[in-house]
T-cell receptor, first 113, second 112 residues
Framework: DSGVTQTPKHLITATGQRVTLRCSPRSGDLSVYWYQQSLDQGLQFLIQYYNGEERAKGNILERFSAQQFPDLHSELNLSSLELGDSALYFC????????????FGPGTRLLVL | AQSVTQLDSQVPVFEEAPVELRCNYSSSVSVYLFWYVQYPNQGLQLLLKYLSGSTLVESINGFEAEFNKSQTSFHLRKPSVHISDTAEYFCAVSRSNYKLTFGKGTLLTVNP
C-alpha cells in the first residue's frame, strides 16, 4: 500500500459526459501528479501540483483540468469525453518533487462507451 | 525533450534464469533514471532509481541497474528470477524529478 488513495476505482460513462477523479496523497506529501495509461499511448504525464499551485504540465488536453485543494487532495476533471479517453488514470505524490520518489495510487479505470 | 526506449516489449524466461531488461534514453542534459514495476491490476511501485553517485544501484529484491552515460542506458538485471517477478517493468527518465517520461514497458513473464 503506497498510501495514495484514488476514487473511484472504476468508472463507466458515455461520450460527451464529464467525470471527476479524486486523489488523496500520502500524509505529508505536498506534490500531486496525474498520469494517463492507455494501450496506444503508454504512460503519459498529465500535470503536477505542488502545495495548491500548478507546477508542470505535460500532455494534458484542454478538455481536462485539475486542481489541488487546501487539504492537498487533488481532482482531475475530464469533460466532453471521447472513446479515446478510456484509460487508467494514476495519481502519484511526493513530498516536494526534487530528487524524491513518486508514490503511485492504484488508479482509476475509466471506460467511455 | 527526453525520451525512453525499452527495446523489448515482452521477455519470457524460465524460473531461476538471469534476465536483463533494456532501457535507453535520450536527453541533452543530466537526468535522473528510474525503474518502476507494475504487478497485475495494481499501481506502479518504484523498484530503484539513479540520482547521482555510484552508477550501480540495487533494489531490495535482487534487481540491479547500471547507469551508463556513454551508452545512455540504464538496463535492469536480475541473476535469478522468481515466478513472483512476473510483472510489467517501466523505465523512466526525469530532468528534475517532477516530470517522469516513461518507456512503453516490458512485460516480464517468468515460467516454471
Amino acid at each position: 500500500d503506497s498510501g495514495v488513495t484514488q476514487t473511484p476505482k472504476h468508472l463507466i460513462t458515455a461520450t460527451g459526459q464529464r467525470v471527476t477523479l479524486r486523489c488523496s496523497p500520502r500524509s505529508g506529501d505536498l506534490s500531486v501528479y496525474w498520469y494517463q495509461q492507455s494501450l496506444d499511448q503508454g504512460l503519459q504525464f498529465l500535470i503536477q501540483y505542488y502545495n495548491g499551485e500548478e507546477r508542470a504540465k505535460g500532455n494534458i488536453l484542454e478538455r481536462f483540468s485539475a486542481q489541488q485543494f487546501p487539504d492537498l487532495h487533488s481532482e482531475l476533471n475530464l469533460s466532453s469525453l471521447e472513446l479515446g479517453d478510456s484509460a487508467l488514470y494514476f495519481c502519484a505524490s511526493s513530498y516536494r518533487g526534487l530528487k524524491e520518489t513518486q508514490y503511485f495510487g492504484p488508479g482509476t479505470r475509466l471506460l467511455v462507451l | 525533450a527526453q525520451s525512453v526506449t525499452q527495446l523489448d516489449s515482452q521477455v519470457p524466461v524460465f524460473e531461476e534464469a538471469p534476465v536483463e531488461l533494456r532501457c535507453n534514453y535520450s536527453s541533452s542534459v543530466s537526468v535522473y533514471l528510474f525503474w518502476y514495476v507494475q504487478y497485475p491490476n495494481q499501481g506502479l511501485q518504484l523498484l530503484l532509481k539513479y540520482l547521482s553517485g555510484s552508477t550501480l544501484v540495487e533494489s531490495i529484491n535482487g534487481f540491479e541497474a547500471e547507469f551508463n552515460k556513454s551508452q545512455t542506458s540504464f538496463h535492469l538485471r536480475k541473476p535469478s528470477v522468481h515466478i513472483s517477478d512476473t510483472a510489467e517493468y517501466f523505465c523512466a527518465v526525469s530532468r528534475s524529478n517532477y516530470k517522469l517520461t516513461f518507456g512503453k514497458g516490458t512485460l516480464l513473464t517468468v515460467n516454471p
